[in-house]
């Protein structure tokens, strides 16, 4: 269960211009709020395991009805708006969308739909290329297949390593390329973070 509990790291603003008008805050609110949310139940479960405690039933199946809500929900606002990207809902709010779709695993359809949706308008600055990146790894490892950017992690003997990569050698090209840290020093953070805390 842990490896559904992925490992991203917060994307920010990158330029620190001023942001252009949004053109639905409301649905942006929506979405931060659902992200919220759906973290804090994650949060506590990594917590949980860091701390060597008995992972609880109840908290999983909270996070899996969640992913649930917010997927029939994204759906919706998919099929209203188009991928909802920043000029619509901010980057915040494109980030949060990004969010949502990436713990839609249970409907892979779905997820290789939005992926299609953020690679047509990621040239024009709708989403963020981290992002997307991320995605692309997802629906790779959940058909099965080789990924490509190194972001799918699973825990092995105390540490995270990533699922099995396509030319592996160029990860780090293809890493820099769309704004990530090399794979040594994502995975020296991830290891960190779900690392067991000494009491």
Request: one cysteine or more; charged letters at 35%; hydrophobic letters at 40%.
């Amino acid at each position: 269960m842990l490896s559904t509990l992925a490992f991203v790291l917060a994307v920010g603003t990158a330029d620190g211009k001023d942001p252009a008008p949004i053109k639905n805050p409301k649905l942006r609110e929506e979405l931060l709020a659902r992200v919220e949310k759906e973290q804090a139940a994650r949060h506590r479960i990594i917590e949980a395991n860091a701390a060597g405690k008995k992972l609880n039933p109840t908290e999983f199946a909270q996070v899996l009805g969640l992913d649930k809500d917010n997927r029939e929900w994204l759906k919706g606002v998919v099929e209203k708006h188009g991928w909802p990207g920043k000029s619509l809902v901010g980057e915040d709010g494109a980030h949060a969308a990004w969010l949502l779709v990436q713990h839609a695993d249970p409907d892979l359809p779905f997820q290789k739909k939005c992926l299609d949706l953020m690679k047509a308008v990621v040239k024009a600055g709708e989403v963020e290329k981290k992002d997307l990146a991320y995605l692309t790894d997802r629906v790779l490892s959940n058909e099965g297949k080789k990924q490509l950017y190194g972001t799918q992690l699973v825990q092995a003997d105390g540490r995270m390593v990533p699922k099995p990569i396509e030319d592996e050698d160029k990860v780090d090209e293809r890493r820099k390329e769309v704004g990530l840290q090399s794979l040594a020093e994502y995975l020296k953070i991830a290891t960190e973070a779900y690392k067991p805390k000494k009491p």
